[in-house]
């Protein structure tokens, strides 16, 4: 098969031959590295495409492309509602081609048709959103003794290194892009090794724009090779990063050189607490959409699924009928309901986490195995699994294993549920299903959760914050506070008395 045969099967793209270069100063390039990087469809161990990918030479071209044009390009003196403007228009572009973002992300990630065009629906909605924030009031100025008046204003940080994770593709590139090209700064984009394809489809879209050159770059390669530069560069001003907790740690102390910005959106070991009290058809249903939905690929999954003792047994046994009924296939099948994982790798990790779990005498109550057959026998498909009756301090429920596996642990108090959901190195999200108000809104104090939802799950919104507590990361994106995580704040003192001190005089 062709190349462009292979394009043919996941969208109409505009020219196949951007795969093999980067988007550098707001232009098509030819690689320095001859590396090159082999895209896999998750979904039938099929090459989809060859991607050129960057070492250090590539990423310090972007990087100068990126500086020079903060230092001395318009983007930075350009009005909020011109770079507002432009947001806006590549909002437009990508609902004109979102059936196509859609199935190219389908193709690359392996997550179902319906999940990849919610999506692309939430990426334009993330552009729409910040090219509205970006011409609305801020700042402050506030009183002092006279003749002095003082006023603090928000500015740009600079460039911006953005490594993004394979999970949501498109949709973390929009939560980077978004809110640090409406405060004015100027972006170096390194999506996923694995899932590059619609970073290169909506770079197209970009280039139809007229975004001053060197303001927004892309680069594709291995952390190692694209994503270090970027980090340890002094002409960075500030690393976004989603992923990985261990990778997030070693940004963190290979950041330090210039005391670059940094902020960071981890892993996660989230609680679904589950009272006897609640609407129970509504909890079942969240329970199974909290850890099944992109395939338990999320890092707020509920995998740690809470369930009062007085429906214990209930609860799980209905669980795991319904889990049992989860159609799992090709995200390309409009009858599949959940995907593969995204890769061989990934595939086995998740594998050893079920060999721990039975090891450690927790109860398999369904799934476990990897799915071969009716066409899924080349791809990287997992049963839904569901562990019952899981101690707390087990391998399985305290480490993160990012794919569709949910640890079921009772208790019997609210006080119990408390102390086992905050047990727990990570603090992203939670879960509380209950119909007594007053109950919820306790728990929901005093977890240790960034966001929390009560009576649903999953239900995420570009204006309000995102971001975890503890070993979940640092800061926040989505909202207002994402938009000020791409800032810096500056008091500026005047005085309305031109006269000298007169503190040396005689």
Request: hydrophobic fraction near 40%; charge should be negative; aromatic fraction near 8%.
């Amino acid at each position: 098969m062709s190349q462009a045969e292979k394009l043919s099967v996941i969208g109409e793209w505009t020219d196949a031959t951007n795969l093999q270069k980067f988007y550098i100063n707001g232009e098509w390039i030819e690689p320095i590295s001859k590396e090159i990087l082999s895209v896999i469809n998750p979904a039938t161990g099929e090459e989809l495409a060859k991607v050129a990918s960057a070492n250090a030479q590539d990423a310090e071209r972007a990087i100068h492309a990126a500086r020079s044009a903060f230092d001395k390009g318009q983007w930075r003196t350009m009005s909020a509602h011109e770079r507002a403007n432009m947001l806006m228009e590549l909002a437009a572009k990508i609902e004109e081609h979102q059936e196509e973002l859609a199935e190219i992300e389908t193709a690359n990630n392996g997550k179902t048709l319906r999940e990849a065009q919610a999506d692309v629906a939430e990426a334009a909605k993330t552009f729409r959103y910040y090219a509205g924030l970006a011409t609305k009031p801020s700042g402050e100025t506030f009183e002092t003794d006279e003749p002095l008046v003082s006023r603090v204003v928000r500015e740009p940080i600079g460039v911006c290194g953005q490594i993004i994770p394979w999970n949501y593709p498109l949709l973390m590139a929009a939560w980077k892009l978004a809110p640090a090209l409406a405060a004015g700064n100027t972006c170096i984009l390194k999506p996923s090794e694995l899932t590059p394809l619609t970073a290169i489809r909506l770079f197209e879209l970009i280039d139809e724009i007229d975004f001053p050159k060197g303001v927004v770059n892309l680069i594709n390669g291995t952390g190692p090779d694209a994503g270090q530069p970027l980090v340890t560069s002094s002409l960075v001003d500030k690393i976004a990063f989603t992923g990985g907790t261990v990778t997030g740690k070693r940004i963190m102390k290979e950041a330090v050189g210039n005391l670059k910005k940094v902020s960071l959106e981890l892993g996660g070991k989230s609680p679904n607490i589950i009272f006897a009290d609640a609407d129970y058809e509504n909890a079942l249903d969240y329970a199974a959409f909290a850890i099944f939905n992109n395939s338990g690929q999320v890092c707020s999954a509920g995998s740690r699924l809470l369930v009062e003792r007085k429906i214990y047994d209930r609860f799980t046994s209905d669980l795991a009928e319904a889990t049992k009924k989860i159609r799992v296939g090709n995200g390309a099948d409009p009858s599949s309901q959940m995907g593969p994982v995204i890769s061989k790798q990934h595939m086995e990790k998740i594998e050893r986490y079920i060999a721990v779990g039975k090891q450690e005498k927790a109860t398999l109550l369904c799934g476990g195995r990897r799915l071969l057959d009716q066409g899924r026998e080349y791809g990287y498909f997992i049963e839904p699994t569901i562990f019952i009756d899981v101690d707390p301090q087990a391998t399985i429920a305290r480490e993160e294993i990012f794919g569709p596996v949910l640890c079921v642990i009772p208790f019997d108090t609210e006080e119990e549920a408390l102390e086992i959901a905050n047990d727990s190195p990570y603090g992203l999200a939670a879960g509380i299903f209950t119909s007594n108000t007053a109950k919820a809104e306790r728990m929901a104090k005093y977890i240790r959760a960034g966001v929390t939802w009560i009576n649903t799950y999953e239900q995420n919104l570009v204006e309000g914050p995102w971001g975890g507590y503890k070993e979940s990361g640092i800061g926040r994106e989505l909202g207002t506070y994402g938009f000020d995580e791409y800032t810096e704040v500056k008091q500026i003192i005047n005085t309305l008395k031109v006269e000298p001190t007169g503190w040396f005089a005689d």
